[in-house]
């Protein structure tokens, strides 16, 4: 059989690279449930027409048939946000939950576009979302970026990781200018002002003229006001120099200054208002988030989201909420290629126990048990070989200890310094350093 070919966009790690996301699972879990967010899980499929509910997003959807069997249309897709499924689950399951939900959320999902640095095919997602029973307090819009940024804090002082620049913005803000210019169509506004980055002002403003057909002078003013960023509440004020006046706008302004003065209360220097940030999906009512990598901002966002009133609704009762996700492939794997994380070692194990003989391996055994017992991950010698060679199988899987004779008697060796010292296992520990494999921030390379 011929080696198989790897896929592109299906990112597989190896076991140090594992440990290290992990590492980084494991720092989001505590913070999201420090702050009171309950974990649950969705399944990995949805119907089609609710995965095409909200946005243009047919291209991106994975469709799922059974190979054997009906041969229909398929009418399932694997989900390409976890957001969406969300907005499902809460519909189903609000006859037992609590309101206001807070949740978190960390699966994989799919997208079928096409594979470059940082956009995968297959990758995991951690998600915070906040819904209530038709009213969701505006004070959340708040929170939910305090909590995501503490979580990203959190593995830049952890990990060493780059820190964040959350850029914020408000919907309402945006609509209610575009209709005090007199606009009719504020939502084609917002997909071409979301291309600002990409294609640039000039472009923008071409695009609005002839696509969205807006006079030059409505065009150059939503231009205007996507230029507009500060890091405290005086964006309210350049935006009112540009002399529109709207209930929408007043609305929105007043929303995001409060995001913005919070935050800068809390996370100084973490978060800013940007208002050229639109977000693409159509089911974002308010406040939006984007997050970047202070340094590597070509990366693209690795975290976003924002508040959806209508996403979640039955006809009858609506369950408005607001949410951010983290792109954790998204930001793990260019970090990982780059050199820029590795492990202190790519196995869990911090001991070897010896095997003298297949005769005593019981022995060997009752040794690692002990160990266990302390949480000092153990692993016992597959053979009974000798021991330099049992050493050396230890130093190739970065094992830094190796320990001799039973339960009374015994030794163990440093095989990085060549210490060997007498121990029992109902006792010994290794150093903090050498229990657990550590997460090591290092130089990229170029």
């Known amino acids: 059989m011929n080696r198989p070919k790897p896929l592109s966009g299906f990112p597989e790690y190896a076991p140090e690279a594992r440990i290290i996301e992990q590492f980084v699972l494991d720092r989001l879990r505590e913070t999201f449930e420090l702050y009171g967010f309950a974990s649950i899980e969705t399944r990995a499929v949805e119907p089609l027409d609710r995965l095409a509910k909200q946005g243009e997003i047919d291209k991106e959807v994975y469709t799922v048939q059974r190979l054997h069997?009906?041969?229909?249309?398929?009418?399932?897709?694997?989900?390409?946000?976890?957001t969406v499924p969300f907005a499902r689950y809460v519909l189903?399951?609000?006859?037992?939950?609590?309101?206001?939900?807070?949740r978190y959320q960390i699966q994989k999902v799919w997208r079928g576009?096409?594979?470059?640095?940082?956009?995968?095919?297959?990758?995991?997602?951690?998600?915070?979302?906040?819904?209530?029973?038709?009213?969701?307090?505006?004070?959340?819009d708040v929170e939910l970026p305090l909590v995501t940024l503490a979580a990203l804090e959190r593995l830049h002082i952890d990990l060493g990781l780059p820190p964040v620049l959350m850029r914020v913005n408000n919907r309402k803000l945006a609509q209610g200018f575009y209709l005090g210019l007199g606009i009719a169509d504020p939502g084609a506004v917002l997909r071409q002002v979301d291309k600002i980055d990409k294609i640039g002002p000039d472009r923008v403003v071409e695009q609005l003229i002839t696509e969205v057909k807006i006079t030059e002078a409505q065009a150059r003013g939503c231009v205007q006001l996507a230029q507009i960023r500060s890091a405290d509440a005086s964006f309210?004020?350049?935006v009112r120099r540009l002399g529109v006046e709207h209930d929408q706008l007043?609305?929105?302004?007043?929303?995001l200054a409060e995001v913005v003065t919070t935050a800068g209360r809390y996370v100084p220097g973490r978060l800013i208002a940007d208002l050229k940030i639109a977000r693409g999906l159509d089911y974002y009512t308010g406040t939006v988030y984007e997050t970047e990598l202070v340094g590597f901002e070509s990366w693209g966002s690795i975290s976003s989201g924002g508040r959806y009133d209508s996403l979640a609704s039955d006809g009858r009762t609506s369950y408005p909420g607001v949410g951010l996700s983290i792109g954790v492939t998204r930001l793990l794997a260019p970090l990982l290629a780059k050199g820029m994380l590795r492990a202190s070692r790519p196995v869990p194990t911090a001991v070897l126990v010896a095997v003298d003989s297949e005769e005593t391996r019981a022995t060997a055994i009752d040794v690692a048990e002990q160990l266990r017992s302390r949480g000092i991950p153990t692993e016992v010698a597959p053979r009974a070989e000798k021991f330099g060679r049992q050493i050396r199988y230890a130093d190739r899987r970065s094992i830094p200890f190796v320990w001799f004779g039973g339960t009374v008697g015994g030794e163990v060796k440093d095989i990085r310094s060549g210490e060997q010292v007498s121990a029992d296992p109902s006792t010994w520990m290794p150093s903090a350093e050498d229990l657990k494999p550590k997460v090591l921030s290092l130089t990229p390379s170029c």
């Open 250 to 255: 007043t609305e929105g302004l007043e929303l």
């Open 236 to 238: 309210v004020d350049q």
């Open 113 to 140: 576009e096409r594979p470059q640095e940082g956009r995968y095919r297959e990758f995991t997602q951690a998600d915070i979302d906040i819904v209530d029973v038709e009213q969701l307090a505006p004070h959340h």
């Open 92 to 102: 189903e399951n609000a006859h037992q939950l609590a309101f206001p939900f807070r």
């Open 69 to 82: 069997g009906e041969n229909g249309p398929a009418d399932l897709g694997l989900h390409f946000d976890l």
